[in-house]
Each structure stands twice: as C-alpha cells, then as structure tokens.
Antibody, heavy 126, light 107 residues
Framework: QITLKESGPTLVKPTQTLSLTCTFS??????????VGWIRQPPGKALEWLGI???????RYSPSLESRLTITKDTSKNKVVLTMTNMDPVDTATYYC??????????????????WGQGTLVTVSS | DIQMTQSPSSLSASVGDRVTITCRAS??????LAWFQQKPGKAPKSLIY???SLQSGVPSRFSGRGSGTEFTLTISSLQPEDFATYFC?????????FGGGTKVEIK
C-alpha cells in the first residue's frame, strides 16, 4: 500500500525559504521507474506542477520556478525534500507530493502520478 | 508550455445523470492524459491514465476517451460520491500541466 505525507511549516514570512518533507511508504525511491513529484494548489485555484525527482536522482523542475526550487531525496529514510527560496504571498497554497510511475512507451519515457499525499497548507504572510 | 482547457468549469447534475467533461490541449499530446477527482480538503485521486485506462479500484462508470488535443471524461450514471472537482493533466511533455478543473455539483 503506497502512502505519502507532507510535513513542514504552515506559516512562512516573505523572503524566507520553505522546506517541505514528503515521507512515504509502500515503495522505494531506489527502484527503477519510480519518482516523487511536487504539486501545489493555491486556494480555490488549479493545480500547478513544481517538479519531480527520480530513482536515479534525475530531476525536472517547472521552468517558471526552477531558479527557486531544489528537490532532494534520502532513499534510506524514504523522504523527499522540497526547498523553495524567496517565498512570496502568491506562493500560499496547499503543497502535495505524489508517487510517479515512470515508464517507456512508443519511443519515449513518461511519468504519471497515481498516489498523492493529503497535502499541507503553507501560508506566506508577514 | 502546453495549456490544458477544461469545459465546463462547473455543472449541475442529478444522481443517475450521464456527465461528460471535456479537456483540450493547446498542442497534440497523443494519449498522455490523466484525470483526477478531488473532494474538498482532500488530495486528488487518480481515476484514469493514458486517456482511457482506469486506475485499479476505480468504478467502471468512469471512462475516458480521446487522443491528440481533445479528451473527455464521462460518468455514465452519477452517484452521490461523485460530486467533486475533476482535473485533467497532460504528461506528454515537461512542464506537466493541469486543466483548470470542473466542479460537478448537485442539481
């Protein structure tokens, strides 16, 4: 059974750095074809993909946020950490992590999210 | 970036109704599209991947169709537990992008 859970501060001040942890079970991030992604959702708005880290430590980031994001993994502890610098009130959102299934199809590789964490609301305010 | 446009943004329906939601991609994404269901205060739940493949455990009243730029999610007979917001997401190219969502409400 795959489960994921996000944890971290619920309130950060503008310009501060946010660090969120995704703790998961039911899979290993050292297994071929596995990734953990981060997605956020501002209140009342749509989902926005932030980035993903794969079993081989390959990473992909949203181009619009890439300069502010870092995703790392601790395979032995089943944790993935998202770091976002220079937080702003527009970054107020529920942040989710999700299990990604990376697979080969028709000449390329793709990743689809099948299990999500419950999310954690982060408010950016002074 | 590939823009995903969902329609309608909301709809009202009754239990037992057939409901169809449309998702359009700004460029061809083959069939690399997923659908998610989200209830208030809950994490999104994966319903469909590869445009038409049902995730394990998802009721068969949910179905997906389409390829290229136009996709649909159909609920053949709406049940009380289906009232929620539905999102599409393309995973053909980075950055992965989501539709704006369709809220299905009780009539």
């Amino acid at each position: 059974q795959i489960t994921l859970k996000e944890s971290g501060p619920t309130l950060v001040k503008p310009t501060q750095t946010l660090s969120l942890t995704c703790t998961f079970s039911g899979f290993s991030l050292s297994t071929y074809g596995v990734g953990v992604g981060w997605i956020r959702q501002p209140p009342g708005k749509a989902l926005e993909w932030l980035g993903i880290i794969y079993w081989d430590d390959d990473k992909r980031y949203s181009p619009s946020l890439e300069s502010r994001l870092t995703i790392t993994k601790d395979t032995s502890k089943n944790k993935v950490v998202l770091t976002m610098t220079n937080m702003d009130p527009v970054d107020t959102a529920t942040y989710y992590c999700a299990h990604g299934r990376y697979y080969y199809d028709s000449g390329s590789y793709y990743v689809e999210f099948d299990y999500w964490g419950q999310g954690t609301l982060v408010t950016v305010s002074s | 970036d590939i823009q995903m446009t969902q329609s309608p943004s909301s709809l009202s329906a009754s239990v037992g109704d057939r409901v169809t939601i449309t998702c359009r991609a700004s460029q061809g994404i083959n069939y690399y599209l997923a659908w998610f269901q989200q209830k208030p205060g809950k994490a999104p739940k994966s319903l469909i991947y590869a445009a038409s493949s049902l995730q394990s455990g998802v009721p068969s009243r949910f179905s997906g169709r389409g390829s290229g730029t136009e996709f649909t999610l159909t609920i053949s007979s709406l049940q009380p537990e289906d009232f929620a917001t539905y999102f599409c997401q393309q995973y053909n190219k980075y950055p992965l992008t989501f539709g704006g969502g369709t809220k299905v409400e009780i009539k």
